[in-house]
T-cell receptor, first 112, second 115 residues
């Protein structure tokens, strides 16, 4: 069975600070990896995804993530956060079943 | 495409009543998921349909929950009878499962409150 672990439950940053959110997954085969963002009161939206190829994936709004297969990790990064990045961030993995399994989420608060 | 459409957006009901949540997936998508989101348990998969057939319903909490997908453009999630612990946000998501693409698109969700 596949599973996802997000290490940081709550992160508080000031604007312009750098961000890195940890994500580790458990699955023995080929995986698809995702980061979704959920702004307050809204639905989940895709930030970026990894299927194959370059392990450094660039998404929308300046976010990027790096797939490190040896560490079963897919950490999300942004060099300089903005107040508008305040949201909940979810890492997800799908394996052979194609069913996305989500982590518990990380709440990010950015102070202006 | 308008995306995944869910209705209602908000539902308040009394304990013991039947609740039906509705979902229209993105046209052409062959897979549909129902998730429940709570503070305590995060995002939980309830059921997964592929080509209108339930493939994995192991996440359905108990017999009070049932889901149907009578055709490719419509799905329902029914709770009967509802209980206060069912209060949550229920999301429907759809995707086109094929080689190399499993991205799920989410609806706006239905916030259910059972009093």
């Amino acid at each position: 069975a596949q599973s996802v672990s997000q290490h940081n439950h709550h992160v508080i940053l000031s604007e312009a600070a750098s961000l890195e959110l940890g994500c580790n997954y458990s699955y023995g085969g080929t995986v698809n990896l995702f980061w979704y963002v959920q702004y307050p009161g809204q639905h989940l939206q895709l930030l970026l995804k990894y299927f194959s190829g370059d392990p450094l994936v660039k998404g929308i709004k300046g976010f990027e993530a790096e797939f490190i297969k040896s560490k079963f990790s897919f950490n999300l990064r942004k060099p300089s956060v903005q107040w508008s990045d305040t949201a909940e961030y979810f890492c997800a993995v799908s394996g052979g079943s194609y069913i996305p399994t989500f982590g518990r989420g990380t709440s990010l608060i950015v102070h202006p | 495409d308008a995306g995944v459409i869910q209705s209602p957006r908000h539902e308040v009901t009394e304990m013991g009543q039947e609740v039906t949540l509705r979902c229209k997936p993105i046209s052409g998508h062959n897979s549909l998921f129902w998730y429940r989101q709570t503070m305590m348990r995060g995002l939980e998969l309830l059921i997964y349909f592929n080509n209108n057939v339930p493939i994995d319903d192991s996440g359905m909490p108990e017999d009070r929950f049932s889901a149907k997908m009578p055709n490719a453009s419509f799905s329902t999630l029914k709770i009967q009878p509802s209980e206060p612990r069912d209060s949550a946000v229920y999301f429907c998501a759809s995707s086109q499962i094929d080689r190399g693409s499993t991205e799920a698109f989410f609806g706006q969700g239905t916030r259910l409150t059972v009093v």
